[in-house]
């Protein structure tokens, strides 16, 4: 059986991927860690690291006996503008620590997940191709494509079997919005089931790429399931959910919150929103792999009220 750890597991990508990696390995086969105590709802092994400390990070594994890694620990872009040096050495140096761990042997697999943020304004936005121009400018994003060349150079280097995605915007109900450009989408839920109303930071016309967090959990395990033979792109394999704009989101929220509000001020997450591709091209990981979307805007919506309601309830 496999073992895997998660880190950044108190994250919004971490929460739901340790819960999927638990449905399908068992609990005793999961470890989670984070650098803040653990707010997992499940009662899981978990272990307070910084993903920037090797060597707790290497006691850890051998300890655990861990096969595989899900490297999750990263400032987002939003957070990452504030604190540019801090995003680069965080995502930077986490990622080389891992790699490291595992050209030594000591990990068989990784995941890291790079982002949609690794393309920039010079990049076709429609139908983003998998290999395009690529000049972000944002820290994420550069520290994101830097990430991307470095796993493909362990992989050709050294053998190192390490697989990537580059995520959209994520939409969940489980844990808050973690300061990402896309997060307008999970927040928007928030604000309507407890004030009626959300103010938006992009243009009602932002079409950004987003997925629901089911389908990008089930998109991670399935590329790490798949045979290392059909894993042909060592940097990052573009996924495609659904692509959609403020106004779309809120007119689908005006259905299930009824008087539900939207107004807009725009800020700095703007531009990075506009840096940004529309809708993405993703037939190479379809055909490599077999990944596929199944959650549509309607059937998205409604999760997120429903599952924000009922956490509500849980909280009374």
Not at 123 to 151: D, F, N
Not at 189 to 207: Q, S
Request: net charge negative; hydrophobic share 40%.
């Amino acid at each position: 059986m496999v073992k895997s750890l998660v880190i950044g597991a108190n994250g919004q990508i971490g929460t739901d991927l340790v819960e999927g990696l638990v449905d399908i390995y068992g609990i005793e086969n999961v470890v989670a860690s984070d650098i803040r105590e653990s707010k997992l709802p499940v009662d899981i092994a978990f272990e307070q690291i910084d993903v920037l400390d090797t060597d707790a990070l290497k006691k850890a594994i051998v300890a655990h006996d861990i096969d595989e890694v899900y490297l999750l620990a990263a400032l987002l872009s939003a957070t990452g503008e504030k604190k540019p040096l801090f995003a680069w050495e965080l995502n930077m140096q986490g990622l080389l620590n891992i790699l490291e761990l595992a050209k030594e042997g000591v990990i068989k697999k990784i995941f890291w997940p790079s982002s949609i943020a690794v393309f920039g304004p010079t990049t076709p936005r429609e139908h983003t191709p998998q290999v395009t121009i690529m000049e972000p400018s944002t820290v994420y994003g550069i520290s994101k494509l830097a990430g991307e060349r470095w796993c493909e150079y362990y992989h050709n280097k050294y053998g190192v079997d390490v697989r990537s995605i580059r995520y959209p915007g994520l939409i969940s109900y489980k844990a808050e919005p973690g300061g990402g450009t896309t997060d307008y989408a999970v927040d928007i839920f928030h604000k309507a089931i407890k004030e009626g109303k959300y103010t938006c930071y992009l243009k009602e016309d932002t079409y950004l790429p987003m997925m629901y967090m089911d389908d990008a959990i089930h998109a991670t395990i399935s590329l790490m399931q798949s045979p290392s033979s059909s894993i042909k792109v060592r940097s990052s394999y573009n996924v495609s959910g659904i692509s959609f704009s403020p106004a779309e989101i809120a007119a689908e929220v005006a259905k299930l919150v009824p008087d539900f509000i939207i107004d807009y001020e725009i800020d700095f997450r703007q531009s990075i929103a506009d840096s940004w591709p529309k809708s993405i091209d993703d037939d190479i990981a379809k055909d490599q792999w077999g990944w596929s979307n199944k959650t549509d805007l309607a059937t998205m919506s409604k999760k997120m009220i429903e599952g924000l309601r009922e956490l509500k309830q849980e909280h009374h």
